[in-house]
């Protein structure tokens, strides 16, 4: 669908042709994508595919957070699983010594351990037989113990793992839930930019890189950039060059490389590359990384942006970060305050 916009205006003292007269030449008319009221349609299409990557952006995080809950609860019940399986072999190894124990009382006849001691004619027989006697009852008592506690472990184990299998359950819906969202956002936006013809959409991406050229120097005007002196580690150091070594690959919600990465797989796997495991989506890096002020900010810091902390990007230095965008963009470099800044997190 092309954006064009057809105005007639009238102005004072404009003459008319007759019907008899030929009708003047039309003035040529400017591109419609380049004419004012062409951008201004443009920049609504703009901000409005904007809005539809945001929301798949925080969609995104939604799933991602799901699939690392799930993931955790996997592991727990294969455990859990593992402990059930061992302790019913403990509880079967516990029932055949108690059940050998029985047999062999059984086979030493009717008359208990106490009476035969007491009919015992040596003293020295007498007094073993009592030492033995009180470690039996001991070791006997011991073993029914053995077999409750395991019995009770058992019954632990197993509700744990249903309830894990629980959340598990409530993950993988909000997974598909998540998934359904994304994907929903997505294909509407990639829809209302098909539409466009295609000198409107190299425009529309011209207005996208003048929108966020505006916004870094606003940004930069600031100052901000006079105060940043600090330098990275030798992490930092290793997280900037891997992200860096990113550029150029596509964009794919979900992914965590090597082919392709969302925002935060992308910032989660350079700084598993510097050594340090850190949250897989952007809005636990924010809950749970600690905080630092802009200005103190250094390369292999992350920005997160938004107030739904729903993008995250590794900063490089000298204003600049390293992100992954959105669908149909590429790993590349921006400046760190070309989009909304909610704040910065330090991974080590």
Request: charged share 30%; with cysteine.
């Amino acid at each position: 669908m092309a954006l064009v916009c057809a105005a007639v205006l009238a102005a004072p003292g404009t003459a008319f042709a007759s019907p008899t007269d030929p009708a003047p030449p039309a003035p040529p008319r400017p591109p419609a994508s380049v004419t004012p009221a062409g951008d201004t349609a443009l920049e609504h299409v703009r901000k409005e595919i904007e809005r539809l990557y945001r929301e798949a952006g925080a969609a995104t995080d939604a799933y991602n957070a799901a699939e690392e809950r799930a993931k955790r609860q996997s592991k727990e019940i294969a455990r859990l699983s593992r402990d059930i399986d061992s302790g019913q072999k403990k509880l079967d190894r516990l029932k055949a010594q108690a059940g050998a124990a029985a047999r062999a009382q059984y086979r030493g006849g009717s008359i208990p351990d106490q009476a035969r001691l007491m009919l015992s004619r040596s003293p020295e027989r007498f007094l073993d037989g009592a030492g033995r006697l009180r470690q039996g009852h001991h070791g006997a008592k011991s073993l029914l113990t053995e077999v409750s506690r395991t019995q009770d472990d058992l019954k632990t184990y197993a509700k744990d793992a249903s309830a894990q299998w629980r959340k598990l359950e409530a993950n993988r819906r909000a997974k598909a839930e998540a998934r359904k969202k994304v994907t929903k956002k997505i294909a509407a936006a990639e829809k209302l930019e098909s539409r466009l013809e295609k000198r409107e959409r190299d425009r529309l991406r011209r207005l996208e890189e003048e929108a966020a050229r505006k916004q870094q120097s606003a940004w930069v005007s600031t100052g901000i950039l006079d105060d940043l002196k600090g330098g990275a580690t030798a992490r930092g150091k290793k997280a900037v060059a891997f992200a860096t070594a990113q550029l150029g690959k596509p964009y794919v919600w979900g992914a965590e490389g090597p082919k392709s990465y969302d925002c935060s797989g992308l910032t989660s796997q350079a700084w598993a590359a510097a050594g340090r495991g850190i949250p897989r989506t952007s809005q636990e890096q924010w809950k749970r990384l600690p905080h630092v002020d802009v200005k103190n900010m250094r390369p292999g810091d992350l920005i997160i942006y938004h107030k739904d902390a729903s993008h995250v990007g590794l900063y490089v230095g000298n204003g600049t970060i390293v992100h992954a965008p959105r669908p149909g963009r590429d790993v590349t470099m921006a400046g760190a305050g070309s989009m909304e800044i909610l704040g910065v997190v330090r991974p080590g």
